[in-house]
């Protein structure tokens, strides 16, 4: 760990509840929590152990005041500290991971004809380029300024002049995204305490993640866990925020999950999962809001940060803009597997997909190759068949503003319940208009990636998909967060808190539907609260 977290060591040997058992199981705290033994999914042998029965009761609010100021202490100690030597660290390291990109562009062509998008998807994949996103009306594609004509080469006329710059300098933009390489945001002062704004103010990286996440448990032992979901391919531990209070009348808890990085480059998914979890952990019986009490009263909610941990560490020294796990493939000077493709629901097989490790898209030679998809099933597998009924996935991604219901891998064949996704859908996209005016645009994964099913790996394998056909969760969301295109993965920090308030309205709003299995939200009051 690069960060100054030694004042962290105490207190996280205090409350690690996360043991180790062999290679192939851990043991875990479950939904009831109780301690399970966790294995693959072909194991059925599950053992209980006692139930924990040290939780403390809510402190008293001079006790919680006393206990902010610590956290905020904390926070400014090792903001002071780390941040000085991280700044320094990462300016000089910056240089190395963004220099890749001088030079690189960002070209969104408006796409009218299935031929055009067909042209231009054979064009990027001869060309090995970069697709950033696509939409039904236009596709983003990082490109080197010299291989521009090339790629108009391979286009038809009417592509010829049909798009447009939307970034110029790709590694300056890039750099900027880094700690300490851009002015202070002009949202400081303007957060809700000083703590939120020091951990908000930039994106974190993955061992200031780790502290921070300990740290909220040591603080909130009465509704906060930190537990390992297994090991990334590198072997670092996958990582939750569990986020509920203990049931003492015997009911059992619904079950929600929100996760990001699931792809590497996607950072603002990092910062907006880290800020929903903050959000409902400090606004518990604190807040005049009382939704948030409900929500962690009635709900077990797991908050995975950095599912591609892996990646996600590799963006902060490797390659900013890197999208797949770390795994090797078959070819040897290609890394990678698209944990978007990766699982085991209308898995892409075909040749064409997986001739191509290089691809940004690559799903793997079979289902579940890539470790950390399998890793992620097979939790989301114990903790369900110990009784855990899971309600809800929330997976954030960016960018393109779009809330995106199954499924993925074809728009010949609709979900059993498209009434329902549709109709939450429409709520979760009203939520974040009502707090922050953004419109996100509600459409099934198929349509709204109207591109991807021409690039020679269709949206198959994916990941929302998976958990709502194979693990029935019923409510299953891919979320493409802020922007529209000016930034993109390359999202400025000034972004984190806005990004983080609209999801925070999403998540009111999508565990408050799910309460009330679907009745109308106005009977609950102001979203804006
Ligand atoms: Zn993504």
């Known amino acids: 760990m690069r960060y100054n977290v030694n004042f962290l060591a105490p207190t996280a040997a205090l409350v690690g509840l996360v043991l180790q058992c062999g290679t192939d199981a851990a043991i875990i705290p479950d939904s009831l929590g109780r301690r399970v033994v966790v294995?693959?999914?072909?194991?059925?042998?599950?053992?209980?152990?006692?139930?924990?029965?040290?939780?403390?009761?809510?402190?008293?609010?001079?006790?919680?005041r006393i206990r902010d100021s610590i956290v905020s202490q904390l926070f400014r100690k090792a903001d002071?500290?780390?941040?000085?030597?991280?700044?320094?660290?990462?300016?000089?390291?910056?240089?190395?991971?963004?220099?890749?990109?001088?030079?690189?562009?960002?070209?969104?062509?408006?796409?009218?004809?299935?031929?055009?998008?067909?042209?231009?998807?054979?064009?990027?994949?001869i060309l090995l380029l970069d697709v950033w996103s696509t939409t039904k009306t236009h596709a983003?594609?990082?490109?080197?300024?010299?291989?521009?004509?090339?790629?108009?080469?391979?286009?038809?006329?009417?592509?010829?002049?049909?798009?447009?710059?939307?970034?110029?300098?790709?590694?300056?933009?890039?750099?900027?995204?880094?700690?300490?390489?851009?002015?202070?945001?002009?949202?400081?002062?303007q957060t809700l305490d000083g703590v939120q704004s020091l951990f908000f103010e930039d994106y974190q990286p993955h061992g200031v993640i780790q502290a921070?996440?300990?740290?909220?448990?040591?603080?909130?032992?009465?509704?906060?866990?930190?537990?390992?979901?297994?090991?990334?391919?590198?072997?670092?531990?996958?990582?939750?925020?569990?986020?509920?209070?203990?049931?003492?009348?015997?009911?059992?808890?619904?079950?929600?999950?929100?996760?990001?990085?699931?792809?590497?480059?996607?950072?603002?998914?990092?910062?907006?999962?880290?800020?929903l979890a903050y959000s409902l952990i400090t606004g518990y019986k604190r807040s005049d809001d009382h939704l948030l009490d409900t929500l962690v009263d009635e709900f077990d909610w797991y908050f995975i940060p950095t599912l591609n941990v892996d990646g996600y560490v590799y963006t902060w020294e490797g390659d900013r803009l890197w999208r797949k796990n770390r795994q090797p493939t078959t070819l040897a000077f290609c890394k990678g597997i698209d944990l978007d493709r990766a699982y085991n629901f209308h898995f892409d097989g075909s040749s064409q997909s997986q001739s191509n490790p290089c691809s940004d898209m690559f799903p793997g030679t079979s289902p579940f190759e890539a470790t950390e998809a399998k890793v992620f099933s097979d939790w989301t597998y114990n903790i369900t068949r110990e009784g855990a009924e899971i309600v809800g996935l929330l997976d954030f991604h960016s960018y393109s503003q779009q809330i995106l219901y199954p499924y993925s891998y074809s728009c010949d064949n609709m979900p059993p319940d498209l009434e329902n996704l549709e109709e939450l859908g429409i709520g979760l996209a009203k939520a974040i208009r009502l707090i922050s005016g953004e419109h996100y645009e509600v459409t099934s994964a198929c349509e709204g990636t109207g591109f991807a099913k021409y690039q020679g790996t269709t949206g198959g394998g994916s990941m929302m998909d998976f958990f709502y056909a194979e693990d029935r969760i019923p409510y299953s969301y891919q979320i493409k967060l802020r922007d529209t295109g000016s930034y993109g993965f390359l999202l400025p920090k000034d972004h984190i808190l806005p990004a983080g308030k609209e999801s925070m309205s999403l998540l009111k709003y999508f565990g408050r539907f799910i309460l009330d299995d679907g009745s109308p939200m106005q009977q609950h009051g102001d979203l804006k609260k």
């Open 212 to 275: 921070w996440m300990n740290l909220l448990q040591t603080l909130f032992p009465t509704h906060v866990e930190v537990i390992n979901l297994g090991k990334s391919y590198e072997g670092r531990e996958i990582q939750a925020i569990r986020v509920g209070t203990q049931v003492t009348d015997g009911r059992r808890k619904k079950t929600i999950i929100v996760t990001g990085a699931v792809h590497a480059r996607e950072w603002i998914s990092v910062s907006t999962v880290s800020y």
């Open 39 to 64: 294995e693959p999914r072909s194991v059925h042998t599950i053992q209980e152990f006692p139930i924990r029965t040290d939780s403390a009761p809510e402190p008293p609010r001079w006790s919680t």
């Open 80 to 125: 002071r500290q780390g941040r000085r030597r991280e700044s320094q660290r990462y300016l000089s390291e910056t240089a190395k991971v963004v220099s890749q990109y001088a030079g690189d562009v960002v070209l969104r062509f408006t796409l009218k004809t299935p031929e055009e998008i067909k042209a231009l998807a054979e064009a990027s994949n």
């Open 140 to 189: 983003d594609i990082r490109i080197a300024e010299a291989d521009i004509p090339p790629l108009l080469d391979l286009l038809p006329a009417s592509l010829q002049h049909s798009h447009a710059r939307l970034m110029h300098d790709l590694s300056q933009t890039a750099r900027d995204t880094y700690p300490g390489a851009s002015p202070v945001s002009s949202y400081h002062g």
